[in-house]
């Protein structure tokens, strides 16, 4: 709230720019802005596929042509814009981008936009003003985690689950005014307790600082990315307490995209090539190599967590596994819930 108080001080001088396109329309609002992007016929079906940052469009006209008119309506506190201050101007900036493929494969399209306000008296740029430059780009962070529907369209109506289906736990980090960070879920374990106890008999789904242990022996995998700030975990429902309940605990982190190694990845294990993936970007892969070994942590990076991300403790459930070849499998604990 902080980081926007100045928009109701003084709104003159405002003004949108962007790469010269005439498809794209851009009005910059008193904390807000409003993109109207004229798109081909053929984007038309893949319009899921534009983003404002890590922001879906918000409506999509289809017109008589086939072509489509999509509207982009949101805050600048969201879609991860990032803010500049300077001695006259504070600027938010941010790209429209088209990505027909996953996250880890380059955008189809990428267009510049940012709205300019005049700099009001008392905001200081964070140059002048060491102390508080840190926490002027931080911003907050709010974590998430849920339980999917099969369509992965919205959070699941049930906690019930059968043994051997998939559950699509998604996780989220609403970064706010922070500058952009991707999403990493380092270390989750299943228990029967919502709380971890040091003698809790765990089942283990990712550990060695991102390696997804499950995926060696069931067929649980990381789908692909479409937003640095989420990521979705499709996890087959093992035989752990089955017909009791079961909770999800996972250890988040929200994570500079650049800084990735060893110690901070996302990885899973490909059968068909019999070896460790990274998900974010498969060229570079080697960093998932001590998936088999052991992935140690550097005394460093208990210093560099404060410049590079945050962790957040999240635990999902309770989620009920049912065995269908169970006659007396009860389904009377089913329950709608959120994490």
């Given at each position: 709230?902080?980081?926007?108080l100045y928009l ?5 001088a405002?003004y949108a ?13 008193k904390?807000s802005i409003r ?16 983003f404002l940052?890590t922001?879906?469009a918000t409506?999509?006209n289809?017109?008589p ?5 999509v509207?982009?309506n949101?805050?600048?506190s969201?879609?991860?814009?990032q803010k500049?201050?300077?001695r006259?101007h504070?600027?938010f ?9 996953p996250?880890s494969?380059p ?5 510049a936009v940012?709205c300019?306000?005049l700099r009001p008296?008392g905001i ?7 102390g508080?430059g840190?926490?002027?780009g931080?911003?907050g ?5 849920a339980?999917?529907?099969?369509e992965?369209s ?9 043994l051997?289906?998939f559950?699509?736990?998604w ?6 005014s922070?500058q952009?960070l991707?999403?990493?879920m380092?270390?989750?374990?299943a228990?029967?307790?919502p ?16 390696c ?7 067929n649980?995998?990381?789908l ?6 989420a990521v979705t975990?499709l ?5 752990l307490?089955v ?6 605990h996972?250890?988040?982190?929200a994570?500079?995209?650049?800084a990735?190694?060893?110690?901070k990845?996302?990885?899973h294990y490909?059968k ?16 998932c ?7 140690a ?7 560099e967590l404060?410049?590079h991300g945050?962790?957040h ?8 596994i049912m065995?269908p070849?169970?006659p007396?499998?009860n389904?009377?604990k089913e ?5």
């Amino acid at each position: 709230m902080v980081a926007l108080l100045y928009l109701g001080v003084i709104l003159s001088a405002v003004y949108a720019t962007a790469v010269a396109n005439s498809d794209i329309k851009v009005d910059c609002g008193k904390d807000s802005i409003r993109i109207k992007w004229k798109i081909s016929a053929e984007m038309v079906p893949k319009a899921g596929r534009l983003f404002l940052g890590t922001c879906m469009a918000t409506t999509l006209n289809v017109l008589p042509s086939g072509e489509g008119e999509v509207y982009f309506n949101q805050k600048l506190s969201h879609c991860q814009f990032q803010k500049l201050i300077t001695r006259k101007h504070v600027t938010f900036t941010n790209e429209l981008t088209y990505r027909p493929e996953p996250r880890s494969k380059p955008a189809a399209f990428v267009h510049a936009v940012e709205c300019v306000y005049l700099r009001p008296p008392g905001i200081i740029p964070p140059s002048q003003n060491p102390g508080a430059g840190v926490s002027e780009g931080r911003g907050g962070l709010v974590f998430h985690m849920a339980l999917l529907n099969a369509e992965l369209s919205s959070v699941a109506k049930s906690n019930v689950v059968t043994l051997g289906s998939f559950l699509p736990i998604w996780a989220v980090v609403e970064q706010k005014s922070h500058q952009p960070l991707l999403l990493l879920m380092e270390e989750c374990v299943a228990t029967s307790t919502p709380e971890l106890h040091p003698g809790s008999v765990v089942h283990p789904i990712i550990g060695n600082k991102g390696c997804l242990l499950e995926s060696m022996t069931e067929n649980s995998l990381f789908l692909p990315r479409y937003q640095s700030s989420a990521v979705t975990l499709l996890l087959q429902a093992f035989q752990l307490g089955v017909g009791e309940e079961v909770y999800i605990h996972c250890k988040l982190v929200a994570w500079d995209p650049e800084a990735l190694d060893e110690t901070k990845k996302a990885c899973h294990y490909k059968k068909e090539s019999m070896r460790w993936e990274l998900l974010d970007d498969p060229s570079n892969s080697s960093i998932c190599s001590c998936c088999d070994s052991t992935c140690a942590s550097r005394s460093k990076r208990r210093v560099e967590l404060e410049n590079h991300g945050f962790s957040h403790f999240s635990v999902l459930g309770p989620l009920i596994i049912m065995d269908p070849s169970d006659p007396t499998a009860n389904m009377s604990k089913e329950t709608n819930f959120a994490a």
